[in-house]
């Protein structure tokens, strides 16, 4: 089997157990904004070594490097928040949030 073929192959198993492990906590799919979104709140988290980040201070980029717009970023936020991937720290208008 050549390479491609087994990295594919590799991929598919990846897919399918993220799959797999989305329906066991009842999540269902993230979008590719929500999977970005989550990402970046995550690794600035662990990068600044705090419990919560606040989203004003970030620039959030897509997978490809372009600018996420501030509606999507709040429609995706809401979406992480309904299905307890992150949560909203403070005030209704408060710009914190943690994993």
Known sequence: MNDKIKNTNELFKILQMFDDMSKDLRIGRLTNSEKDILLKINHEIKSKGNDFVDIRLIK????????????????????????????????????????
Not at 70 to 80: E, I
Not at 83 to 89: A, C, G, I
């Open 60 to 99: 959030f980029h897509d997978f490809f490097g372009n600018p996420i717009p501030r509606s999507t970023l709040y429609k995706s936020l809401k979406s992480l928040v309904k299905k307890k991937l992150v949560k909203h720290l403070g005030s209704e208008r408060s710009s914190l949030y943690s994993v």
